[in-house]
Nanobody, 116 residues
Framework: QVQLVESGGGLVQEGESLRLSCAAS????????FGWYRQVPGKQRDMVAS???????NYADSVKGRFAISRDNAKNAVYLQMNSLTPEDTAVYYC??????????WGQGTQVTVSS
């Protein structure tokens, strides 16, 4: 099994930055991809960014040019650098691990709040 723990959320003002971290533990050797998702109350959970084992990244249009996902395989960690934050980025952010196209774990989520 894989366990994911997010950290780094908080309250910031518009235009500021945050860096989220996701630490993976357990059977991490076969994780093929990580993703960051976000969810606001009453709405579905949406993909923000993803990164595969080869380092290929994918971003939601709304965050392109502002957010950057990265991974440290030695530390079993994935990060989300978020710059130029806006109130529309306010959400609970979740980390997700995938193995062979199957979701193997979700983190518990970390709240990001951006005030105007």
């Amino acid at each position: 099994q894989v366990q994911l723990v997010e950290s780094g959320g908080g309250l910031v003002q518009e235009g500021e930055s945050l860096r989220l971290s996701c630490a993976a533990s357990g059977s991490t050797s076969s994780i093929t991809a990580f993703g960051w998702y976000r969810q606001v109350p009453g709405k579905q959970r949406d993909m923000v960014a993803s990164i595969d084992s080869g380092g290929m990244t994918n971003y939601a249009d709304s965050v392109k040019g502002r957010f950057a996902i990265s991974r440290d395989n030695a530390k079993n960690a994935v990060y989300l650098q978020m710059n130029s934050l806006t109130p529309e980025d306010t959400a609970v952010y979740y980390c997700r691990a995938v193995r062979a196209f199957r979701i193997v774990a979700w983190g518990q989520g970390t709240q990001v709040t951006v005030s105007s």
